[in-house]
């Protein structure tokens, strides 16, 4: 299986492909422990062998156990393609649908080494961001999408797929659901038996709807939060000679030391794998590393003393270096640090998501396998012991925030001292989520994560999507915008104009641009004119993050300021979802997960292929006005005023458009009379 033809004709079966061991050489996933009985080993092996006619189960079936027993899961090494996995120009992958070979670019890119964070067990990012289950799944999908017409859609249950449908030209090529288990049953520990058994999994937002475009993804969010982060709680937009420390560079972290030299501060990252801190510094997101701590110190000083940008990855503990960060205040008054976050992936607190400090990195991946109890209090301590020391550091000035990793909540379940309230939905600790404190407002002016792939693999397609980006945001601009969108506006258009010398791109040749849903859809029209006219050789996916205006129902970060008790709702996600679909999304994708953890949240995608056909440029009109304006519309029924002077102005440019706007409650001593009755 070394070429795009070998891979996309299916499970090799004569003969079979010798067994493969994992490559030392490459960073693995952690051993997962799902504690399955004698019976369930055999659900799961039985359930990995259907893949598989009769006459090879005996030759497998060992090999499979061995993998289940050593691994906690069914890959299937010995089905992993020898082909260079990364996003290859869309005309050379053989597909009778262009639709399904931009598809193909899209998972392929999602399981590039240089994107994925465990590319042999089809993780992208977040330590369990699972792209497919095994490799048997890839291959399966692979052969699909090659055979598909525009006039079948493929289904794919949690990685399976189920198979290619007839339907129609103006349906989904594909529709993905990812963890979808009734809602009882949807526990960690569940989870655990039923990725171990085959028959869910666990996509993250972007890894399991193919949508990821390496931490790019995340460096506009992390850049436009840290920006209006400091203007909020420093009253700054200046940031030369400001430090702002936090942890995690693995997939979605590794973009928070890019995003601190774009604002110009000092970011210093603490991350515990090494292989991590390798991969960003040889890729350039990191401009220092040191492991010693009077070394990172002694740097940080200089820094601020210079006020010069800098991004500095510490190869250690974070709880360490908070306390540190502790110790130097008392020992000499200096408060070294201005802003705090974390972003490790505490949605996965138990199994590789975040590293108790009293264990080295090595320590930690054995004993979260061989003594998981003892592992689970470890990981508490040490979550308390990071807040005690963050605390002490904001009681002294330094403004904290979480980052919608599930962090403070996490630490909250741990014991620590985060200062829950039950009130409003439970979800208000002693600091605030970035969503309630910042993005929230700008989700609800409609801005959130948009993104494009340009499917030609060519660089010179990118910088002219940039270009264009940039004139359509001016224009829009420039004809008079509200008050209250000039700021974003101004911000994205400095953003895209800066994009390219930042070296974002790791992967696929793919750009994030927050915007709004006027500048969503003349962007895409933009676009979808270029390649009409040659201007851009290939077509363009257009995308968003799910953690967007409407694509995510989540009461610890996405919908952690909607305050009318409907927080833990997920109509938004759902109804987003559909509505794409039917209004011409070339895939759809729908996730329990995602963010802050199983469970926690449901969350929807889309893919849409911009062809430069007219028909491509109506259903990009339709589809985005609904996408964003769905959110939108949720938030101003919730009573957030931004949202309602939003979908307002939307309906105002829109006739077709009628939004239920709620009347609000203006004297609260109605209530308190009614109440006392």
Request: with cysteine.
């Amino acid at each position: 299986m070394a070429s795009l033809k070998e891979i996309c004709k299916g499970i090799p079966l004569k003969p079979l492909p010798p067994p493969r061991l994992r490559d030392k050489y490459v960073i693995h996933a952690p051993i997962r422990t799902p504690k399955l009985t004698p019976e369930e080993e055999r659900l799961a092996l039985r359930n990995a062998l259907r893949y598989l006619p009769p006459e090879v189960h005996e030759e497998l079936s060992a090999e499979f156990v061995d993998e289940l027993r050593n691994y906690g899961h069914i890959y299937m090494y010995r089905f992993m393609p020898t082909i260079e996995m990364r996003a290859y120009p869309i005309e050379e992958y053989p597909a009778v649908s262009q639709q399904a070979a931009a598809i193909m670019h899209m998972i392929m890119n999602n399981l590039d080494p240089h994107v994925a964070q465990f590319p042999q067990e089809l993780v992208t990012y977040g330590g369990n961001g699972q792209v497919f289950s095994n490799w048997a799944q890839f291959l399966l999908v692979m052969k699909y999408l090659s055979e598909m017409t525009q006039e079948q859609t493929l289904v794919l249950y949690s990685g399976h797929p189920m198979g290619l449908f007839p339907s129609s030209p103006s349906a989904p090529r594909m529709v993905i659901t990812n963890g979808m288990v009734i809602p009882n049953y949807s526990s960690r520990d569940m989870y655990e038996k039923m990725f171990a058994l085959g028959v869910s999994m666990y996509g993250q937002m972007t890894a399991g709807s193919f949508c990821y475009i390496g931490p790019q993804g995340i460096v506009h969010g992390t850049t436009l939060t840290v920006l209006n982060a400091a203007r909020k709680h420093l009253g700054k937009s200046d940031l030369r000679g400001k430090v702002f420390v936090t942890s995690g560079l693995g997939g979605m972290s590794g973009a928070q030391a890019k995003a601190a030299v774009i604002c110009g501060c000092i970011g210093v990252v603490a991350e515990v794998s090494k292989d991590a801190v390798d991969k960003r510094y040889n890729q350039g997101w990191l401009m220092k590393v040191t492991s010693d701590l009077d070394e990172c110190i002694q740097i940080i000083r200089s820094a601020k003393k210079e006020c010069s940008a800098l991004s500095l990855g510490y190869h250690g503990n974070v709880v360490h270096l908070w306390e540190r960060l502790v110790d130097e205040y008392n020992n000499t008054g200096d408060l070294l640090v201005d802003l705090g976050s974390d972003q490790t992936s505490c949605h996965n607190p138990y199994l590789g998501g975040y590293y108790p400090v009293q264990l080295s990195f090595e320590e930690s991946r054995e004993l979260m396998h061989s003594d998981p109890v003892r592992f689970k209090d470890l990981v508490k301590e040490s979550l308390c012991r990071q807040v005690i020391a963050i605390n002490q550091l904001a009681v002294k000035g330094m403004f904290f925030w979480d980052y919608g990793n599930a962090f403070l909540l996490e630490a909250d379940r741990a014991g620590a001292d985060v200062g829950r309230r039950d009130g409003l939905n439970g979800t208000f600790f002693r600091y605030p989520s970035y969503v309630q404190d910042i993005m929230g407002d700008i989700f609800s002016l409609g801005f959130g994560p948009f993104r494009w792939i340009c499917t030609s693999s060519d660089q010179s397609d990118l910088d002219t999507t940039d270009k264009i980006a940039a004139s359509v945001l001016e224009d829009i601009l420039n004809q008079s915008v509200p008050e209250s969108v000039k700021q974003q506006y101004s911000d994205n258009i400095h953003w895209i104009k800066e994009a390219s010398k930042n070296k974002l791109v790791v992967g696929s040749q793919a750009r994030i641009l927050y915007s709004d849903e006027k500048g969503r859809v003349a962007i895409a029209v933009a676009f979808n004119q270029a390649i009409a006219d040659k201007r851009i050789k290939s077509p363009v996916v257009i995308s968003r993050d799910h953690h967007d205006v409407s694509g995510t129902d989540s009461p610890f970060r996405e919908t952690s300021n909607v305050y009318d008790g409907s927080a833990f709702c997920a109509d938004m996600a759902v109804q987003n979802v559909i509505g794409d679909a039917f209004r011409g999304a070339t895939w759809v994708a729908i996730h329990n997960g995602g963010g802050v953890g199983w469970g926690e949240v449901i969350n929807g995608g889309f893919g849409l292929v911009l062809d430069g056909s007219k028909e491509v440029e109506e259903r990009a009109r339709s589809m985005l006005s609904w996408d964003v304006s769905n959110g939108v519309a949720r938030r101003c029924w919730a009573g957030n005023n931004n949202a309602k002077e939003t979908i307002c102005r939307i309906m105002d440019s829109n006739p077709m458009l009628k939004v239920t706007i709620p009347h609000h409650v203006n004297n609260e001593d109605i209530l308190d009379r009614a109440l006392k009755k």
